[in-house]
């Protein structure tokens, strides 16, 4: 008897059932069964069917000698199941990779729940991808098992029946079956969530929902969409012959309320002419099922005077929400006058040199290079103020106690930046931010570039998607001073920002905390993260890449990944931080931590905390390699699509021709190296020493005294390269360091 039977109905969907079958078949989790329904398609789908099944004996095709529609094509499978739990899948969308394995494990795990719900992301068919919206609904109700009751919110999530297994004996034990019509889910969904009596949750997407630009059912116009009043009666039906469930009337009811009228203000459902009719219908069923007692919610109101009204006050809604529009456009232009204003009056008063105002990561906190020179100022020029620019309160919240701020484009702001002296950021300052005569713009980038920046992406449209690069050019027209960890970074930044400023060579301040770093420098984050001791701790951090929308591919099976390390390892994995909000964590990465299998550190506000937590690094073309270098442990290079992202996004050398350390092109190669050890040899050694001597070489651990000194102080204090010289020359360091006339140059 095999885990799943996996029903699968089609019509009219040949150009998209490849992909389903081949997202299911090719699951690193095999016990499964394939009952394909062939729905009396017009289209190849059939033929299609026919092919898979003679060569795959998990897929059983049965062919209806009429077509039933997609609740009763999926009634047709279920006799023929045999699985110990139901999964209906349609067939124009597909399974993420290793969804079926996570689902296996997660029932295994909550002892055979009745229904496990899993998380989607909608896939566009523009090549847009967004995950479900209320996806922490998922992950907040914790891991064991629950009713509806106990949990309503899991009633909010899309009522449909293909994010969800159900356990094949709680099927057949109701009778549960899909009625004929349209919104076949909602008959179904219902019954069974309300009668399950342990449900789980899967925080992981494991499906994609595909958007089709046409061919959606539901998207049609048509009177068809009037089947949603019978299939609430079904609904309705049941809930009567189940006395137990006699307390979700009022719920259902203005579910109901609301579902319909949700179908009825969608221009593409109804014809014009039968919307009268729907409104009629929807206030009838209202008034019918309304519980004894209850009031009316807010919402379902509406219903209680005729479709005329309805319609005066859609009206009336539009029209009262663009009167709104234009005050705010118009108080919007008061605003900006009197802002303005304000900002000449600003400018007219004289720049403060004590005055440091601070940004990191598009105004995300107290980070990267500018957080660390603001740390160095603090200890050793407490006469300088400094101030940061965070995007909103909620990451004001988050700041160290003490730390001075403003919120981005408030007054606080706008008078601040007027005056400031210095500004210190790793990414541009917003557009409406006027560089005044005299003030100095320091900018730190954040890393090394291997990838092409800036100018130097203008023809590469692929890597440039959604960036203005004349723009970005015009905001760099600001910087005074540029600074960099290694002639490569110098000769790179004035190739790619033609820009009148100067480079200085500092090193990265954030890297202070790295150079020189003892092995027990991690230990506070290791227990922090929860690692063991004495484990060997295995640093993953990928990319983005340009060659798919979104950014994001899973190159790796990271739970395949975590086992292959064995025991005495522990896998700690770093998304890029444009990769946070989005999908990415959800096909998986959320899923393993959330079982212990390894650690996502991605929301770990400092990256070098993560660095010296790790023993060894796993990257492909992140810039963090250059960072970690500092640290003097091993690299190891993962370049399994060097082609692909070379084409699409461009670098500036070869990494591969000139690695940190060995350098793996296949996951078989990169589970050999780290099992074999290979990956700490001497070979590795050898590699990350002349990887190091080019690309630390500006980094001695004071940066951030030297960007303090130098560039806010203006005191003389020795650049990297020079202090590399005289340390090499024997001269003491309190000489070098100490005032002189001697000229110096920063750049």
């Not at 400018?347 to 601070?358: G, I, T």
């Not at 919120?407 to 300052?429: C, H, I, K, M, Q």
């Not at 060579?505 to 506070?524: E, K, M």
């Amino acid at each position: 008897m095999p885990r799943f039977s996996v029903i699968v109905p089609c019509f009219k969907v040949q150009g998209f059932l490849r992909e389903c079958l081949d997202s299911l078949l090719t699951q690193s989790y095999r016990d499964f069964e394939v009952i394909a329904v062939d729905d009396r398609s017009p289209d190849g789908c059939g033929a299609i069917l026919d092919e898979y099944a003679a060569r795959d004996e998990r897929v059983r095709a049965l062919h209806l000698p009429e077509n039933v529609g997609l609740g009763r094509a999926r009634n047709a499978g279920m006799p023929h199941a045999t699985g110990d739990y139901l999964f209906f899948l349609d067939s124009d969308d597909a399974l993420t990779p290793g969804a079926l394995r996570a689902i296996a494990d997660r029932l295994a795990e909550s002892g055979d729940p009745d229904v496990l719900v899993f998380d989607y992301a909608r896939t566009y068919w523009w090549g847009g991808t967004r995950r479900n919206a209320l996806a922490r609904v998922l992950a907040d109700i914790g891991s064991g098992t629950f009713t509806a009751a106990e949990h309503p919110e899991i009633l909010d999530l899309l009522m449909v029946v293909w994010n969800k297994v159900y356990r094949h004996d709680f099927v057949e034990k109701n009778g549960f079956a899909f009625p004929p019509g349209y919104y076949e889910d909602t008959p179904w969904t219902f019954p069974v969530m309300l009668s399950a009596e342990r449900i789980a949750t899967l925080d992981r997407i494991c499906l994609n929902y595909r958007q089709r630009r046409q061919g959606n059912i539901l998207s049609t116009t048509s009177r068809r969409h009037f089947d949603i009043h019978d299939q609430y009666e079904r609904v309705f039906d049941f809930v009567d012959s189940r006395p137990e469930l006699t307390g979700w009337r009022p719920y259902l009811h203005r579910k109901m309320g609301e579902h319909c009228l949700d179908i009825l203000a969608k221009p593409d459902r109804l014809p014009p002419s039968d919307k009268a009719e729907f409104f009629r219908r929807t206030a009838e069923m209202s008034a019918r099922y309304r519980p004894a007692g209850e009031p009316l919610p807010a919402g379902l109101r509406v219903l209680e005077g005729g479709y005329t009204a309805y319609r005066i006050g859609r009206q009336a809604g539009r029209a009262g929400r663009e009167l709104a529009r234009r005050g705010r456009q118009t108080r919007g232009a008061v605003a900006g006058r009197v802002r303005r204003m304000a900002e000449d009056v600003q400018a007219r008063r004289p720049l403060d040199p004590r005055l440091v105002v601070y940004s990191a990561f598009s105004h995300r906190g107290v980070l990267g290079d500018p957080g660390a020179v603001y740390r160095k100022a603090l200890e050793i020029a407490p006469q300088l103020r400094g101030v940061w620019v965070v995007r909103d309160e909620e990451t004001a919240a988050r700041l160290p106690e003490g730390v001075e701020h403003v919120l981005v484009d408030s007054p606080e702001y706008r008078r601040v930046t007027a005056r400031a002296g210095f500004f210190v950021n790793n990414v541009n300052w917003p557009g409406a931010l006027v560089k005044r005569p005299g003030s100095v713009h320091i900018h730190t980038h954040q890393g090394t570039p291997l990838k092409y920046m800036a100018a130097d992406l203008l023809d590469r449209p692929g890597g440039r998607f959604g960036v203005d690069v004349p723009q970005m050019l015009r905001r760099a027209d600001r910087w005074d001073h540029s600074l960099v960890a290694n002639r490569h970074s110098e000769l790179v930044w004035e190739r790619a920002y033609p820009c009148h400023f100067a480079s200085a060579r500092t090193g990265s301040p954030r890297n202070d905390v790295l150079v020189g770093a003892g092995a027990q420098a991690g230990a506070a984050v290791r227990e922090r993260l929860g690692i063991p001791a004495g484990h060997t701790v295995v640093l993953y951090a990928p990319t983005r890449r340009e060659y798919v929308r979104g950014g994001h591919v899973d190159r790796i099976d990271l739970a395949r990944f975590a086992a292959d390390l064995g025991a005495e390892h522990t896998l700690v994995v770093r998304l890029h931080p444009s990769l946070a909000a989005g999908p990415a964590r959800g096909t998986g990465l959320s899923d393993l931590h959330r079982r212990g299998l390894l650690i996502d550190a991605t929301d770990e506000p400092h990256v070098e905390d993560v660095m010296l937590a790790s023993d060894v690094l796993v990257t492909d073309y992140s810039a963090l390699m250059f960072d970690y270098a500092n640290l003097d442990r091993p690299i190891v290079v993962h370049a399994d699509d060097l082609g692909a992202y070379t084409a699409s996004r461009g670098t500036y050398f070869d990494i591969t021709a000139e690695p940190p350390g060995h350098v793996s092109r296949t996951y078989r190669e990169l589970a050999w190296l780290l099992a074999s050890g290979s990956w700490r040899d001497e070979d590795s050694t050898a590699l990350r020493a002349g990887f190091r001597a080019r690309f630390c070489a500006y980094d001695d651990g004071r940066a951030a005294e030297r960007v303090v000194r130098r560039l806010l102080l203006g005191e003389e204090f020795p650049d990297a390269a020079e202090a590399e010289s005289d340390r090499q020359q024997g001269v003491p360091v309190q000489e070098r360091c100490a005032p002189s006339d001697r000229a110096h140059s920063m750049g």
